[in-house]
């Protein structure tokens, strides 16, 4: 099994989990919150990093802060439904289980719309049925030039008979050719938002090696052997810096240095392509390095 292949394992999807988890989805160079790959999820502490992401958007001239907080949303929006909805479980991951709720929401409240942004749920309990109110919302924002955004919809699920645990942001691959879906679980809300890809604080993670030991597995290192980094700094770090790689013991005589992965320059990630397997290079497997001498 070649390097690359190895980093589309389990084991490597968890151990990645494990030091995104630790780092607070967080980018240690330059602060930017995201995501890895699909299906997966990142805690928050407090719904101001949600607010934070969704600042270029206006819902119905009002932040969504002020929206959510204020119960605006009861009032005004694109229509109402009841629904009881059944739910898919996609994935687990540490524990957790990761679930779709199916609906005929975004036909009846969104008869444009042509693809389903279905909202998903952080559990590590079984769900099959859930009963919801379900209000359809749509945005209107602006860039950071002031350039007017295309209005999307977004959908916000009042839950009746489950609450959450913690606040819950998911990554689910779901990134169309102009826009992405954002979805949150807080408390007995679950929500799907509609968002204009470069648009928001949100940015591509990639785990980055400090070190390399020759025919090591990706995930057989300690975890202090390995940081996370946006793309643009996983880039930056490869162009600017050498990682050696060792024969068989870290800071022994280095057997070579790993060079920077010709396709992508380094970064690992390729934004532009966002709704292919998550942008991660298919060369370097998203370590932003040649692998040959792994």
């Not at 009861?74 to 629904?83: M, Q, R, S, T």
């Not at 289980?97 to 279905?118: C, G, M, Q, S, V």
């Amino acid at each position: 099994m070649t390097y690359s292949e190895l980093l589309k394992e389990q084991e490597w999807k968890e151990k990645c989990f494990d030091i995104l988890s630790r780092d607070n989805h967080t980018c240690l160079c330059c602060g930017r919150i995201g995501y890895h790959n699909s299906y997966s999820y990142l805690q928050l502490d407090s719904l101001e990093k949600l607010y934070k992401i969704l600042e270029p958007y206006s819902f119905y001239g009002h932040s969504f802060k002020e929206y959510f907080e204020g119960g605006l949303y009861k009032d005004n929006n694109e229509g109402l439904l009841e629904e009881e909805c059944t739910s898919e479980q996609i994935t687990k991951l540490r524990g957790k289980k990761i679930y779709a709720l199916r609906t005929n929401a975004i036909r009846k409240l969104f008869y444009f719309h042509e693809r389903k942004p279905l909202p998903l749920l952080v559990s590590d309990k079984d769900v099959e049925k859930i009963k919801a109110k379900i209000y359809g919302i749509k945005t209107h924002g602006h860039n950071s030039s002031g350039e007017d955004l295309v209005s999307l919809p977004c959908l916000l699920y009042e839950l009746s008979d489950y609450c959450f645990d913690n606040i819950y942001m998911i990554n689910a691959g779901d990134i169309y050719e102009s826009y992405s879906i954002l979805y949150v679980c807080y408390k007995n809300y679950a929500m799907a938002f509609s968002l204009t890809i470069h648009e928001t604080n949100l940015s591509g993670l990639n785990v980055h090696h400090k070190y390399y030991i020759h025919g090591k597995k990706p995930w057989e290192y300690e975890n202090d052997a390995l940081i996370t980094l946006c793309e643009s700094c996983h880039q930056s770090f490869h162009q600017n810096n050498s990682v050696p790689i060792y024969r068989s013991v870290k800071y022994a005589d280095p057997i070579g240095i790993a060079s920077v992965c010709k396709r992508c320059g380094g970064s690992g990630y390729f934004p532009q392509y966002s709704h292919i397997q998550d942008g991660i290079c298919f060369e370097c497997g998203g370590e932003g390095i040649s692998s040959d001498m792994l």
